[in-house]
């Protein structure tokens, strides 16, 4: 078995059944967005600097790549067993629900993806090769994992393994992107290792079925060292299948690809720190030297936030400097070459009074400072030091205002599961390691209903919606084809007329024009006074659309 090659992928056929999809399809590409948030304005004398840099992934018109996606099925024994308590309230058993959660995601697949399911107890086993989405394969893969039997012990290893070795021994991958779907309800074996098996580029997504079975521990650590991965634990079964809908939102809609992004101070400033979750990053030498984070891949409407933390230099008099520059670069669809942009951010330096913190580098710092109050929290509570942890928590709300949420029902949820220390046993450091690997990632995951990660795609909810209706009636729901759920999570579009257009092109150009000039030339005051004037005859024409606007909310 360990030898043993898993070349049998199946070729991406047209709908005539003859021939195999063009490798190099054309397809639409997607693009990268770049936000930058920092002061305009510095104190002359050396100061700290903070920026704020946003990237977001705007998925493709037409078209995307096709997912290899490998699901890993937990079948041991505890997969059928119910306690006295369930059997009186009549409830499945988890292996039930999980074929039933599968049953959705095999629906939601389409024929450019191709699925192989692992199943595993003491030992692992291919339940089929990586076969493409077709009518006939739906209905094949949906009756295997309704034949499966639960028995025997968790050998989370074994599964783990045998789902990488299937996508490495691929025969296609041209155009191809992976992802592995791990599900399991207890603890694995003595000899087990899953937490040590290397899985190099290979998102992997964890979930954790029932409230106080399995090892949240070994599952998020899984999640959180794969390439873009998240940990869902699952103690209600009946929303598995919305669990799995919240993992395939993403992994259906891949945008960007290889995305990396580089920070490097310039003009003796120093860069400090880079903040940008659990995505690996270069090293520096010296404070001097650039730092490059690489995130891979971005979901249609995804976005990725760094926080990088500066030291400007002392200046003697009033001048525009450049601070940093920016750099990223990313390929799509599957293209050899990448695409990339160039930004150096001016900041001007001066004596009088400069202006405040921009208000998204305070949010982007509030969320941070909660995501590592929430770890603390954690290693306090797993430490049996509940009243401390729920203090730490307790401190970290004080800060949070309204606008703040989502936050702010994270950590009261947190608090509530924090109860007793049965309580956060069972369920609470599931929850609280969900929380982490969700933040350091920046990527939804599913949690418990009322509280929302704060990274969910558009497409997430309309998934989500789907998952549940499928719960109720899968014999005869219709799962919405893709074309239906881009339409669904369409962004509204507006009509702007010819003035409003023309005045936005030519303040567009001015700009375009200043920033052009070397920082130390003086700004024309002709055109500033231009800006001026076309500012406000924009703002205008907004405020008179704005007020034809219907009055109803969407």
Known sequence: MRNEVHDDDEPILRLNGEEEEDADIDLDGGKTEARIFNKQFAPLEECPFKALLELKGIGANEGRLGVDLVTILDISGSMSTLTEEQKKKNEAPKLVKMQLAMQFLVKKLSRVDRLSVVTFNRKAEKLCPLRQITEDSKKEIIDQVNDLKAKSTTNTEAGLKLALKILKDRTRTKNRSVAIMLMTDGIEDAESEAISVPLGNVPVYTFAFGADQCDPEVLSAIAKKSNGGTFSPVPDLDDLSVA???????????????????????????????????????????????????????????????????????????????????????????????????????????????????????????????????????????????????????????????????????????????????????????????????????????????????????????????????????????????????????????????????????????????????????????????????????????????????????
Do not use: C, W
């Open 244 to 554: 799995f809908s919240t993992a395939l939102a993403g992994l259906l809609n891949v945008s960007i690809e290889d995305l990396t992004l580089t920070v490097a101070p310039l003009n003796r400033s120093h860069l400090n720190e880079v903040n940008a979750g659990n995505y690996p990053k270069t090293k520096q030498a010296t404070v001097m030297e650039p730092v490059t984070v690489t995130f891979r891949s971005l979901y249609d409407r995804e976005t990725r936030k760094v926080l990088a933390l500066l030291t400007l230099p002392k200046v003697d008099a009033r001048k525009g400097i450049q601070t940093y520059r920016l750099v990223y670069k990313y390929r799509v669809n599957g293209k050899n070459e990448y695409d990339s942009d160039t930004r150096d951010i001016n900041v001007t330096r001066t004596d009088k009074q400069t202006d405040e913190e921009r208000p998204e580098v305070l949010a982007e710092e509030k969320r941070i400072k909660t995501a590592s109050s929430i770890t603390a929290a954690r290693i306090l509570a797993d430490k049996k030091k509940l009243d401390e942890a729920r203090a730490e928590l307790i401190a970290a709300g004080k800060s949070f205002t309204q606008i703040d949420a989502i936050l702010k029902s994270q950590v009261d949820h947190l608090i509530l599961l924090m109860v007793s220390q049965e309580t956060y046993d069972e369920q609470g450091s599931a929850y609280a390691r969900a929380l982490e690997a969700s933040h350091e990632s920046q990527r939804a995951t599913a949690l418990p209903a009322g509280v929302k990660s704060g990274f969910e795609i558009p497409l997430v909810g309309e998934f989500n919606k789907q998952a549940k209706a499928h719960s109720l009636d899968p014999d005869n729901y219709v799962v919405p084809t893709p074309e239906e759920d881009k339409k669904a999570v369409a962004p509204p579009t507006v009509e702007v007329d010819e003035p409003i257009l023309d005045l936005a092109h030519r303040l567009a150009e001015i700009l375009k024009t200043l920033d052009s000039q070397a920082p130390t030339k003086q700004v024309d005051l002709a055109k500033v006074q231009e800006i001026s004037a076309l500012s406000q005859g924009l703002a205008e024409k907004l405020k008179e659309l704005d007020s034809q606007a219907p009055s109803s909310s969407s």
